[in-house]
């Protein structure tokens, strides 16, 4: 079974840092692109973020997270992070991992981050 575990949410004040964590378990973690997406309150689809390839490290970056989110992955903990710093307001909502970088793949269940004015 396809399984991934996000944590390191929580509250931070505007311009702090949070890393979140996905662990994987239930498939070949080093074939598989890994995405965060995130559902921002008001808005009803859930965006990308930023995916990040297989082994050579090439990620991509939504524009309103660019030079502030750095996605990593350390295939032999079958772990993809996001490092976020200068978090804004804006940046609240429910952060995904999610396979294949695609909305159509495994997700799990979310971790909140909460950003404060």
């Known amino acids: 079974e396809v399984q991934l575990v996000e944590s390191g949410g929580g509250l931070v004040q505007a311009g702090g840092s949070l890393r979140l964590s996905c662990v994987a378990s239930g498939f070949t973690f080093d074939r598989y692109p890994i995405g965060w997406f995130r559902q921002v309150p008001g808005k009803e689809r859930r965006e990308g973020v930023s995916c990040i390839s297989i082994s050579d490290g090439r990620s991509d970056y939504a524009d309103s997270v660019k030079g502030r989110f750095t996605i990593s992955r350390d295939n032999a903990k079958k772990t993809v992070y996001l490092q976020m710093n200068s978090l804004r307001p804006e940046d609240t909502g429910v952060y995904y991992c999610?396979?294949?970088?695609?909305?159509?793949?495994?997700w799990g269940q979310g971790t909140q981050v909460t950003v404060s004015s």
């Open positions: 999610v396979t294949d970088c695609d909305p159509l793949g495994n």
